[in-house]
């Protein structure tokens, strides 16, 4: 069944975000096995879990549709400086252009149409009550920058990562919603540059082996993996710029609180070869699930349990969840009886 698009809700204030039944269904849950180690997690993004996944197309578009548009449309009114595009970037913005418009069309026909004569395209976004006609790849044609005019309109936060000398760096983006980290630093940095906070993998070789791997993506061929992390309150945007707002809120959680305010945040990450600027387009689609939600599902929640119970102090620490972390496993100790 597809998800409908429900009215809008909110990832701040008063968090009147929720999930249907359906959505808990089909959220991406992350973990294979008991333990949690980082790896070279990548496989070919291709259709898995049956119709209505997560999985079914390029890109998914779900019940939060409208809810997330709006939220992006908050955090670029405040800061701005949240979809950044180096000049260089133009033809790879319009790349992602016709990779989503293109697959939005064939995959969404009741919410979104894209007519094409020539170079004049007409872009239909029933959902926002979009209608622009504009000519392919001349920017002057568009209401808006071209990466920010499809930002708008796709859920998921976007890199556009430029290829050069073997490795990919990070020379466009529009993020909105992301798990800590910041576009305006990591900016212009090289792979393995702004992953450089992260503990363990480097010495591991994991990113060695992750950039040869991306490096070699052939167009048509996109590949997919999922990463997650905790957070307080269903708040979509935990971005440093933001950290006055959020981070506080790592001590609100309780015994009591602990299964309506924690969320598992899982990112369904799409890596895609964008075929004129031979760009690689990064999608990072968020979902987020309270404990609560979780543990509707037994095996969810017994898995979640030894997860979490086994996860290295380097990740608790990397990923914030020091002041919460044995509240989260206390509760979830609960629903894991055999253990
Ligand atoms: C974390 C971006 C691909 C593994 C991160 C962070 C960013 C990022 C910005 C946060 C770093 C920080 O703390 O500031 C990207 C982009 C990619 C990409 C743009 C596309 C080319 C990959 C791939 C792997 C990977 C292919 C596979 C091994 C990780 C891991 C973390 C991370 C393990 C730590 C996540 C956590 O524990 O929450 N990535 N990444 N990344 N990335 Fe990537």
Same mark, same amino acid.
């Given at each position: 069944?597809?998800?409908?698009?429900?009215?809008?809700?909110?990832?701040?204030?008063?968090?009147?975000?929720?999930?249907?039944?359906?959505?808990?269904?089909?959220?991406?849950? /992350?973990?294979?096995?008991?333990?949690?180690?980082?790896?070279?997690?990548?496989?070919?993004?291709? /259709?898995?879990?049956?119709?209505?996944?997560?999985?079914?197309?390029?890109?998914?578009?779900?019940?939060? $549709?409208?809810?997330?548009?709006?939220?992006?449309?908050?955090?670029?009114? +405040?800061?701005?400086?949240?979809?950044?595009?180096?000049?260089?970037?133009?033809?790879?913005?319009?790349?992602?252009?016709?990779?989503?418009?293109?697959?939005?069309?064939?995959?969404?026909?009741?919410?979104?149409?894209?007519?094409?004569?020539?170079?004049?395209?007409?872009?239909?976004?029933?959902?926002?009550? *979009?209608? !622009?006609?504009?000519?392919?790849?001349?920017?002057?044609?568009?209401?808006?920058?071209?990466?920010? $005019?499809?930002?708008?309109?796709?859920?998921?936060?976007?890199?556009?990562?430029?290829?050069?000398?073997? !490795?990919?760096?990070?020379?466009?983006?529009? *993020?909105?919603?992301?798990?800590?980290?910041?576009?305006?630093? !990591?900016?212009?940095?090289?792979?393995?540059?702004?992953?450089?906070?992260?503990?363990?993998?480097?010495? +591991?070789?994991?990113?060695?082996?992750?950039?040869?791997?991306?490096?070699? *993506?052939?167009?048509?061929?996109?590949?997919?993996?999922?990463?997650?992390?905790?957070?307080?309150?269903?708040?979509?945007?935990?971005?440093?710029?933001?950290?006055?707002?959020?981070?506080?809120?790592?001590?609100?959680?309780?015994?009591?609180?602990?299964?309506?305010?924690?969320?598992?945040?899982?990112?369904?990450?799409?890596?895609?070869?964008?075929?004129?600027?031979?760009?690689?387009?990064?999608?990072?689609?968020?979902?987020?699930?309270?404990?609560?939600?979780?543990?509707?599902?037994?095996?969810?929640?017994?898995?979640?349990?030894?997860?979490?119970?086994?996860?290295?102090?380097?990740?608790?620490?990397?990923?914030?969840?020091?002041?919460?972390?044995?509240?989260?496993?206390? $509760?979830?100790?609960?629903? !894991?009886?055999?253990?």
């Amino acid at each position: 069944m597809r998800l409908a698009p429900k009215e809008i809700q909110t990832f701040r204030d008063d968090f009147t975000y929720t999930n249907s039944a359906e959505a808990i269904r089909r959220f991406p849950f /992350p973990f294979p096995e008991d333990e949690y180690r980082y790896s070279v997690n990548i496989e070919p993004h291709e /259709p898995k879990d049956g119709e209505g996944s997560v999985y079914e197309n390029l890109l998914d578009i779900d019940e939060h $549709y409208l809810s997330e548009m709006h939220e992006r449309s908050l955090v670029l009114k +405040e800061m701005p400086h949240r979809c950044l595009a180096m000049d260089h970037m133009e033809l790879a913005s319009w790349d992602m252009i016709e990779r989503c418009m293109t697959s939005m069309a064939e995959d969404y026909p009741e919410y979104f149409s894209l007519t094409k004569e020539g170079e004049h395209w007409t872009w239909e976004n029933k959902l926002l009550g *979009i209608k !622009d006609d504009f000519i392919f790849a001349d920017s002057d044609s568009l209401p808006m920058p071209p990466l920010e $005019y499809i930002g708008r309109q796709v859920q998921g936060d976007f890199a556009l990562l430029d290829q050069r000398d073997g !490795d990919l760096f990070m020379d466009a983006g529009i *993020i909105t919603c992301p798990a800590d980290w910041s576009l305006a630093f !990591d900016a212009g940095m090289s792979f393995s540059q702004w992953h450089g906070p992260v503990p363990m993998a480097h010495k +591991e070789g994991i990113f060695d082996r992750a950039l040869k791997y991306l490096t070699a *993506i052939p167009v048509g061929k996109p590949v997919r993996r999922l990463n997650w992390t905790l957070t307080v309150n269903a708040r979509m945007d935990t971005a440093p710029e933001n950290y006055h707002e959020w981070g506080h809120e790592r001590t609100s959680v309780t015994p009591e609180n602990v299964g309506e305010k924690v969320y598992l945040r899982v990112e369904l990450q799409v890596i895609d070869r964008m075929p004129r600027s031979n760009a690689l387009m990064f999608s990072i689609r968020t979902y987020l699930m309270s404990l609560e939600d979780i543990v509707t599902n037994p095996q969810w929640a017994q898995r979640l349990h030894r997860v979490m119970k086994t996860l290295p102090p380097a990740l608790i620490d990397y990923k914030g969840l020091s002041r919460y972390h044995s509240t989260v496993v206390d $509760y979830l100790a609960h629903f !894991d009886q055999t253990n």
